[in-house]
């Protein structure tokens, strides 16, 4: 499907195409976990640091609040994340079955990884994702 494009040095163009064959990449990869995508690194960023709160979440994964409120009660109606009141804040934990979990969802990161790095090569995927997070911070609006 790869054709040259009339798009093609259009950073949005070109942004959102890989964007699709990356998500659709990590779909297949995560799928043996039961999670998404979104949901998998949700549950990584709570295991790796248990009591977040929302906004801590969403700095980390660059998601609106919202969007991780989403996430996090779904990963909480699956019995993988707890949300629990602390004063006036709201952490997120995670549950018995997430660690259990969270080897398998490594795996599945792992082997996303060893897919696109296969495909581009090692020096190419790294120069890419070192550009692709540099732009997406320079791009960020400020405040």
């Known amino acids: 499907m790869a054709t040259d494009s009339r798009y ?59 969007t991780v409120t989403r996430l ?24 018995a079955a997430a660690t259990e979990l969270l080897p398998d969802v490594k795996a599945a990161w792992r082997r996303l990884y060893a897919r696109y790095t296969t495909l581009l090569g090692p020096e190419a995927a790294a120069q890419l994702t070192a550009a692709t997070y540099e732009a997406t911070k320079k791009l960020e609006p400020k405040g």
């Open 8 to 66: 093609c040095n259009c950073l949005f163009f070109s942004a959102n195409a890989v964007a699709r064959l990356l998500t659709s990449m990590a779909e297949e990869e995560f799928a043996v976990t039961g999670l998404s995508p979104s949901h998998a690194f949700v549950l990584m960023t709570v295991c790796h640091k248990p009591g977040l709160q929302a906004g801590e979440i969403s700095r980390e994964m660059q998601l609106t609040p919202s």
């Open 72 to 95: 996090v009660e779904k990963l909480e109606q699956r019995k993988l994340l707890e949300r629990e009141s602390v004063g006036r804040s709201t952490r997120v934990t995670p549950t």
